[in-house]
């Protein structure tokens, strides 16, 4: 396996950097021409600003219907038939939207009734598994059903994933038939967990020892191992794994040279190499 690592510094207000990397996450079978749109629309849907119903700073590409959202946008997830957006806006592309909303390459539409409670209710994760789309952020109810801060979709109705986890989620990642999700926490679901937990359809589990620290930022998976960066430190055989570790399914191992920050976005890329690492 080849690791790169890459911190992105570029300043950009208001867009959670996490988008960009999620946005070149591709369905095979999905149209680039979408998917370069809808990077484009993320990035200008992300300043949230309006005039005579066209976006403000003029990037908006109103071939994804006008007049853009009404706030940020800070996730994205692809299926082989929609483009899965979720973010802090109650409107998109001229429709009412709770918080997250998809694209068919038409047509903007609401995922139900959206998400909505808490405080300053967003959708800050997205990932995809089959036909289910699981969002997470700051909610407590998804579609009228109560959500700790993490729900799924079906394509027909919401339903919660236990009792939740009881603070902001900020990542999720799906490997096999399991959702992980990380951020700031000690349990999901009432199970003990630090800052990391996976949800294998029925119920919530630690991952190991988890990630003792401050946060999980970001998460991706491959088909046998989960990559994790944030601010974070565990200890595993006298091995220090600070700010990017992996997981493969029995223990935590430190990847590559100590990073100096902690990372926002993680994605896995095999167009050259078996494995690339980007964060």
């Given at each position: 396996m080849v690791a790169i690592f890459s911190l992105l510094t570029t300043p950009l207000p208001l867009v959670d950097r996490s988008v960009i990397f999620l946005a070149m996450k591709i369905h095979p079978n999905t149209a680039g021409s979408m998917i370069s749109l809808l990077i484009i629309a993320l990035l200008a849907g992300a300043h949230g600003q309006t005039t005579n119903g066209v976006d403000a700073d003029g990037y908006w590409d109103t071939s994804i219907g006008v007049p853009g959202s009404d706030g940020p946008i800070r996730a994205m997830v692809v299926t082989p038939s929609t483009v899965v957006v979720g973010g802090s806006f109650g409107r998109i592309g001229g429709i009412n939207a709770n918080f997250i909303a998809q694209w068919d390459g038409h047509n903007w539409s609401g995922l139900g009734s959206g998400v909505t409670g808490g405080f300053g209710p967003q959708v800050l994760a997205l990932a995809a598994?089959?036909?289910?789309?699981?969002?997470?952020?700051?909610?407590?109810?998804?579609?009228?059903?109560?959500?700790?801060?993490?729900?799924?979709?079906?394509?027909?109705?919401?339903?919660?994933?236990?009792?939740?986890?009881?603070?902001?989620?900020?990542?999720?990642?799906?490997?096999?038939?399991?959702?992980?999700?990380?951020?700031?926490?000690?349990?999901?679901?009432?199970?003990?967990?630090?800052?990391?937990?996976?949800?294998?359809?029925?119920?919530?589990?630690?991952?190991?020892?988890?990630?003792?620290?401050?946060?999980?930022?970001?998460?991706?998976?491959?088909?046998?191992?989960?990559?994790?960066?944030?601010?974070?430190?565990?200890?595993?055989?006298?091995?220090?794994?600070?700010?990017?570790?992996?997981?493969?399914?029995?223990?935590?191992?430190?990847?590559?040279?100590?990073?100096?920050?902690?990372?926002?976005?993680?994605?896995?890329?095999?167009?050259?190499?078996?494995?690339?690492?980007?964060?």
């Open positions: 598994q089959g036909g289910n789309i699981y969002a997470a952020g700051v909610f407590s109810l998804a579609g009228g059903v109560p959500a700790g801060n993490i729900a799924k979709w079906d394509g027909d109705k919401w339903s919660a994933l236990g009792t939740g986890i009881p603070t902001v989620v900020k990542a999720l990642a799906v490997s096999g038939t399991d959702l992980y999700a990380g951020a700031e926490f000690s349990s999901a679901g009432g199970v003990a967990a630090a800052n990391i937990a996976r949800w294998d359809g029925t119920n919530w589990h630690a991952v190991g020892s988890g990630l003792p620290g401050y946060t999980v930022n970001c998460l991706a998976a491959s088909r046998d191992a989960l990559y994790v960066g944030g601010y974070f430190t565990n200890w595993m055989d006298g091995v220090e794994i600070k700010y990017l570790a992996k997981w493969d399914g029995l223990q935590w191992s430190p990847l590559g040279s100590r990073l100096y920050a902690d990372p926002y976005s993680v994605l896995l890329h095999s167009a050259v190499q078996e494995h690339e690492i980007l964060i």
